[in-house]
């Protein structure tokens, strides 16, 4: 086999993204207008057909995907194969968590964080395998405000391609919040 033949790519025609918008408003169950469906379309296909790091991203993507399976498969398949040693600890790739980091970094310059805020710190914990993010206040926050905010953070990751999840959140001070996010892989 020739070494051109073993390249994986991924090809995304116009109707391969015709038929994506279609069953995403399917899904969705929104009865859409011709105007609103070829705005739609657009948006993917001119998304799809930028340079700006268009293939880095879908090649990052499908790493991830592929870790996910493979995560899956081995449960299935754990205790079938005889004298394999397994550590309890896992290693993160560093690719692995600089996606995340970047998720974080998003996250945190979005229109979700209606505080403003002058400084924060993302941390990652190797032994919990966990993320925290400190955030200094540029006002005081009470409990109200904060738990609208933990549910806005909620709301974002739901509505964004991401492994991560917010475990939890609380104040620290008036003005520090800290937020924990677990990875999902």
């Not at 998304?47 to 993507?61: L, P």
């Not at 079938?80 to 996250?107: A, H, Q």
């Amino acid at each position: 086999m020739k070494e051109e033949e073993m390249i994986f790519d991924y090809k995304l025609t116009l109707e391969d993204i015709l038929k994506i918008v279609g069953d995403w408003f399917s899904a969705k169950r929104i009865h859409y207008i011709d105007e609103m469906f070829e705005d739609y379309f657009e948006h993917v296909k001119d998304g799809c057909m930028k340079t700006s790091g268009m293939q880095e991203y879908i090649s990052d993507k499908s790493s991830e995907i592929i870790w996910i399976w493979l995560s899956i498969y081995h449960r299935k398949k754990r205790g079938s194969y005889k004298e394999v040693k397994e550590e309890k600890e896992e290693l993160i790739p560093e690719w692995f968590l600089k996606g995340r980091y970047d998720e974080l970094e998003n996250l945190l310059k979005s229109k979700y964080f209606s505080y403003s805020y002058d400084k924060y710190d993302i941390e990652y914990d190797s032994f919990l395998r966990e993320f925290s993010v400190t955030l200094r206040l540029k006002k005081e926050m009470d409990e109200i405000a904060f738990k609208i905010l933990i549910s806005d953070v909620k709301a974002y990751l739901d509505n964004h391609l991401t492994l991560l999840s917010c475990k939890e959140g609380k104040i620290i001070e008036s003005k520090i919040i800290e937020f924990c996010f677990k990875i999902n892989w």
